[in-house]
C-alpha cells in the first residue's frame, strides 16, 4: 500500500488492523523512514471525518496503469480512497524502479517491530545461544487457518459459532465443506492444527 498511495499521489493513513498498528511495529520510525517518498500520518484528520469516500477493493495483481488511470479517477468525486484489502494488489513485473525500492524500503527498513516486542526477540536469542539446544516453532494460528480446519475443539460456544459464521464465508473454496469437527483423532493424526495450549501440554507430556 505505501507503494500505491506514491502512485496515487495520496497520504497514507497507518492501516487498521486486528491490533493496533502500533502494537506490533515502531510506529514513528515507520512514518520517519518513507517520509521522503510517501506521507504517512497516523489517523484520518479531524477535518476529514465526515469527507466523501470511495471504498475500493484494489484488483489483484495489477500495474501501474491500473491506479494511475482507474483508481485516480476517484479523486474527482471523494476526498477518502479506502482499500477494503491490501494483499497482492500491486503487480511485481514492469514497475519502474524507484518504485519497486520504495517497496523494499518499505518492507525491509520502515517496518520494525516496536521495541517491547524487539526486546522480548533479543531475550529468546540469548536465551536460545545460552541454554543450548532449543527447538523453534512456528505457531501461524488465526482465525482463517482455524476456519478453514473446522476444528472446535476446546473453544467456547461463542468462539465455536463465530468460526462457523466465518467458515460459511469460506464456502465458494471447493475444498470446504460445512462440517465442524470435535475429534481428538483428528488432532492425533495431524489432520487439523493444534491450539496453542495444546502444544504446550504435548511438549511437556513428551520432553
Known amino acids: 500500500m505505501v507503494a500505491v498511495a506514491r502512485i ?59 491506479y494511475e488511470e482507474e483508481i485516480t479517477n476517484s479523486w474527482l468525486n471523494h476526498q477518502i480512497i479506502q482499500a477494503s484489502k491490501s494483499d497482492s494488489r500491486l503487480a511485481n513485473n514492469y514497475l519502474h524502479l524507484d518504485i519497486q525500492k520504495l517497496r523494499c524500503r518499505a518492507c525491509y527498513e520502515a517496518l520494525r517491530f516496536a521495541p517491547r516486542i524487539e526486546a522480548m526477540g533479543k531475550l529468546l536469542v540469548d536465551r536460545m545461544r545460552s541454554y543450548g539446544p532449543y527447538i523453534a516453532l512456528h505457531l501461524r494460528f488465526e482465525k482463517d487457518m482455524l476456519a478453514f480446519s473446522g476444528c472446535t475443539q476446546e473453544l467456547s460456544p461463542a468462539e465455536a459459532e463465530e468460526l462457523r459464521i466465518l467458515r460459511n464465508e469460506m464456502l465458494t473454496l471447493a475444498v470446504l465443506n460445512n462440517q465442524l469437527i470435535f475429534l481428538n483423532s483428528y488432532i492425533e493424526q495431524s489432520f487439523i492444527y493444534m491450539m496453542p495450549e495444546r502444544v504446550l501440554r504435548f511438549f511437556r507430556e513428551k520432553f
Open 8 to 66: 496515487i499521489n495520496a497520504t497514507l493513513v497507518i492501516p487498521e488492523l486486528d491490533n493496533h498498528f502500533s502494537d506490533v511495529f515502531d510506529e514513528d520510525h515507520f512514518i520517519n523512514v518513507l517520509a521522503n517518498d510517501v506521507r504517512v500520518v497516523k489517523k484520518l484528520p479531524k477535518e476529514l471525518a465526515t469527507a466523501s469516500k470511495s471504498k475500493k477493493e484494489f484488483r489483484s495483481w495489477s500495474g501501474v496503469e491500473y
